[in-house]
């Protein structure tokens, strides 16, 4: 043990023959320093390849740029809707949040923001290979703080979700760990990419994930001060750069206490005063530029601010949230997820894609979003009451608008993508689907039912009105008017059909509701609704919804998209008929939608194209619906309890105000104003119907 310990003191004697523990000199105790400097280099070098090759960190690495560059998005008409960021989806280990984000060049961040950025977080950037030495012991002490910027590169991006950070493990081992890994990997990153491009990553992955999940200089600067990160001022950039180490405290809401928001504002204000010392006392800025930056009395978007004093002496008094804050996503946004997995059904790596041509037409998506999240004409939505609206083109199936009312965090989760998602009972709007099988087994809307007392086995149908006609009306009348009774009798003899229809169309069945199907009892999402009044001015083709047009790959080379997916469902004849039908129930004096008549002004500007039309309400009234159909665009929207626990306000179905949103259409330009009948099409009293001796028949519906 005593030989043991004696080596331990003096582990290299200075021959293996000399026994006697030999002196220690200046020169001796400089040699064991370094060695023991080399060992526990070798040993973190070591550690951090192992950090390295666990995380599978090196062929990220080296495809660093194409990971971080996000995907172009534009609409159909080439305008930019926004981009989607490459984030990690499901159960992955790496579960970055997927956060609204848009790169920009270094050319187009203001030198003001670069300047602090680098002065701050790593003052000696451009001198050093991404690690930086005199800094290194602070990091490896600390766990946090004392990085490169090239290390926080890494940290953010490729080491996110396996260490320390972004999880819910902590220790030193594992904060040793990320920093060797770190430590082993910026150089790497330094010498593939250079330091100007790894300093526009960094820029374009700052995570203000407090800042409502946005991340970027890009959001920061739109999110905070509604300016373009070219604009920002030398205050804002200070500002900025000092919320890094917490932007959770940037947010405050109506409840927190005056005096907490007020603390937080103040906080932020001393870091902001830090970032400018720092640039001052080393020389980066001049005393009138600092003077005018700390004495410039900033006001966030988010925040109301009350300053006092002027100069080197201006101080916050007091800080609340600004109540006309509004924070509206990219368009893309809310539809990120569904491209995504529209990427993955189509066999496309998202990391391969550098542009994505969507089948949305911008200018409809921002009509219909102000429309839903309650800017529209129909004013806000109660609290607790969901919205989702879709507008499809009837050539194709693709996705013309699609919007939920929950807003831009919450709707880029596709569950709650209402509009796709909302599964619900389609409530009256399924009555055009009955219509239109039965105009394949041999009735016409000419075909005549009393409206009387009716029963579904043992269950009594009634009308909307609460009372009955006691007269004979034809299905076209009885369509305008919604009757129940005429539905039940037209749909029970032919209610197997009427089940392979709803199937085919995507729709599920409620296997707890035991009404008829001809009341609307199958549930779906407006999406499939939209699609499946598109068939009737698609020639009788169901085309399943898409949102993806072209797709090209990150070096601009366009990569194969599958062919829409178009199934017939109805005979020509039947669909241009139910077409007609739906337009009687605007235009008829039985019209249950007179309001989506074209006004004068409408008729002036040539918008006055046909428009079919068809509202529905359950009985519980937990759902409201409107579907409509134009000779170029289909649309549904849907109001109500996503759970189906509690009612829509009464003033929203008694007005209409899912129909009322369907007026949209006539404000979208239109290539195809009409239908043309197809041969085998006569008009009897204003209605259309097949020619006598034609029974024209629908193909047999394929379940998909």
């Given at each position: 043990m005593l030989r043991v310990w004696e080596r331990w003191r003096n582990p290299w004697p200075r021959s293996p023959f000399l026994r006697r523990r030999a002196p220690w000199t200046l020169r001796r105790a400089v040699r064991a320093a370094l060695a023991w400097v080399g060992a526990a280099t070798v040993g973190m070098i070591a550690l951090g390849v192992a950090g390295a090759v666990w995380t599978g960190a090196l062929g990220r690495v080296w495809n660093?740029?194409?990971?971080?560059?996000?995907?172009?998005?534009?609409?159909?008409?080439?305008?930019?809707?926004?981009?989607?960021?490459?984030?990690?989806?499901?159960?992955?280990?790496?579960?970055?949040?997927?956060?609204?984000?848009?790169?920009?060049?270094?050319?187009?961040?203001?030198?003001?923001?670069?300047?602090?950025?680098?002065?701050?977080?790593?003052?000696?950037?451009?001198?050093?290979?991404?690690?930086d030495l005199g800094r290194l012991p602070r990091a490896?002490?600390?766990?946090?703080?004392?990085?490169?910027?090239?290390?926080?590169?890494?940290?953010?991006?490729?080491?996110?979700?396996?260490?320390?950070?972004?999880?819910?493990?902590?220790?030193?081992?594992?904060?040793?760990?990320?920093?060797?890994?770190?430590?082993?990997?910026?150089?790497?990153?330094?010498?593939?990419?250079?330091?100007r491009e790894v300093l526009a990553m960094s820029v374009n992955s700052l995570p203000w994930i407090g800042i409502g999940q946005r991340k970027g200089v890009y959001d920061a600067a739109r999110a905070v001060f509604g300016v373009e990160p070219a604009d920002l001022t030398l205050?804002?950039?200070?500002?900025?750069?000092?919320?890094?180490?917490?932007?959770?405290?940037?947010?405050?809401?109506?409840?927190?206490?005056?005096?907490?928001?007020?603390?937080?504002?103040?906080?932020?204000?001393?870091?902001?005063?830090?970032?400018?010392?720092?640039?001052r006392s080393r020389g980066l800025i001049g005393q009138g530029e600092y003077l005018e930056a700390v004495s410039t009395p900033l006001q966030p978007r988010l925040w109301r601010a009350e300053y006092a004093g002027s100069g080197t002496d201006l101080r916050v008094v007091q800080a609340t949230r600004n109540p006309a804050y509004t924070n509206e996503p990219e368009p893309v946004w809310a539809m990120q997820e569904l491209v995504r997995r529209e990427l993955r059904a189509a066999g496309l790596d998202p990391k391969r894609v550098g542009r994505v041509v969507l089948?949305?037409?911008?200018?409809?998506?921002?009509?219909?979003?102000?429309?839903?999240?309650?800017?529209?004409?129909?004013?806000?939505?109660?609290?607790?009451?969901?919205?989702?609206?879709?507008?499809?083109?009837?050539?194709?199936?693709?996705?013309?608008?699609?919007?939920?009312?929950?807003?831009?965090?919450?709707?880029?989760?596709?569950?709650?993508?209402?509009?796709?998602?909302?599964?619900?009972?389609?409530?009256?709007?399924?009555?055009?689907?009955?219509?239109?099988?039965?105009?394949?087994?041999?009735?016409?809307?000419?075909?005549?039912?009393?409206?009387?007392?009716t029963r579904y086995g043992s269950q009594a149908i009634r009308n909307n009105s609460g009372t009955f006609l006691n007269r004979t009306v034809t299905v076209r009348e009885a369509n305008a008017r919604s009757l129940n009774t005429v539905a039940v009798q037209v749909g029970t003899p032919r209610e197997k059909a009427m089940r392979a229809v709803l199937d085919a169309a995507g729709y599920q069945e409620d296997r707890n509701n035991r009404s008829s199907p001809s009341l609307g009892t199958y549930r779906a999402a407006p999406l499939?609704?939209?699609?499946?009044?598109?068939?009737?001015?698609?020639?009788?083709?169901?085309?399943?919804?898409?949102?993806?047009?072209?797709?090209?790959?990150?070096?601009?080379?366009?990569?194969?998209?599958p062919r829409p997916d178009c199934q017939p469902l109805w005979d020509e004849v039947v669909a241009y008929e139910t077409f007609d039908l739906l337009?009687?129930?605007?235009?008829?004096?039985?019209?249950?939608?007179?309001?989506?008549?074209?006004?004068?002004?409408?008729?002036?500007?040539?918008?006055?194209?046909?428009?079919?039309?068809?509202?529905?309400?359950?009985?519980?009234?937990?759902?409201?619906?409107?579907?409509?159909?134009?000779?170029?665009?289909?649309?549904?929207?849907?109001?109500?309890?996503?759970?189906?626990?509690?009612?829509?306000?009464?003033?929203?179905?008694?007005?209409?105000?899912a129909c009322r949103e369907v007026a949209l259409l006539r404000e979208l330009p239109h290539d195809r104003r009409s239908l043309d009948a197809p041969p085998g099409v006569t008009r009897v009293a204003g209605a259309a119907v097949p020619v006598p001796g034609l029974n024209p028949r629908n193909p047999v519906p394929v379940a998909p």
């Open positions: 660093l740029r194409a990971e971080l560059r996000p995907v172009e998005v534009v609409d159909r008409r080439g305008e930019p809707l926004g981009v989607i960021d490459h984030c990690r989806a499901g159960n992955a280990v790496n579960a970055v949040p997927c956060r609204e984000s848009l790169s920009v060049p270094l050319t187009g961040v203001s030198e003001a923001f670069l300047l602090a950025y680098v002065a701050k977080e790593d003052v000696r950037f451009f001198s050093h290979v991404g690690v490896l002490l600390s766990g946090a703080g004392g990085s490169t910027i090239t290390m926080q590169l890494l940290k953010n991006n490729v080491l996110a979700g396996h260490f320390d950070c972004d999880t819910d493990r902590r220790g030193p081992l594992l904060t040793l760990t990320r920093k060797a890994t770190e430590f082993v990997l910026a150089p790497v990153v330094t010498w593939r990419y250079g330091r205050a804002q950039s200070a500002f900025l750069v000092g919320l890094l180490p917490a932007p959770g405290r940037y947010l405050v809401t109506d409840t927190t206490p005056p005096e907490t928001a007020t603390a937080r504002f103040r906080w932020m204000r001393s870091q902001q005063l830090v970032t400018l010392e720092i640039l089948t949305v037409d911008g200018a409809a998506q921002a009509a219909l979003t102000r429309r839903v999240t309650g800017e529209g004409a129909t004013g806000p939505r109660p609290t607790g009451v969901a919205e989702g609206a879709a507008i499809v083109d009837v050539r194709g199936g693709g996705i013309v608008a699609l919007a939920s009312s929950t807003g831009g965090s919450q709707s880029s989760d596709a569950g709650r993508q209402w509009a796709v998602s909302a599964l619900r009972p389609v409530a009256s709007t399924v009555k055009p689907l009955l219509y239109a099988a039965a105009f394949g087994d041999g009735l016409t809307q000419l075909s005549a039912f009393p409206d009387q007392a499939d609704v939209a699609a499946a009044y598109a068939s009737f001015a698609g020639g009788g083709l169901l085309c399943r919804p898409h949102l993806l047009a072209e797709v090209t790959d990150t070096a601009g080379r366009p990569l194969p998209l337009t009687a129930a605007v235009s008829t004096d039985a019209s249950h939608v007179p309001f989506l008549r074209p006004t004068l002004f409408q008729r002036v500007q040539g918008r006055a194209m046909p428009l079919g039309a068809k509202s529905g309400t359950t009985d519980d009234v937990n759902d409201t619906w409107c579907a409509a159909v134009t000779p170029q665009y289909a649309m549904a929207v849907w109001i109500g309890d996503p759970e189906g626990r509690q009612s829509v306000p009464v003033t929203l179905y008694r007005e209409q105000t």
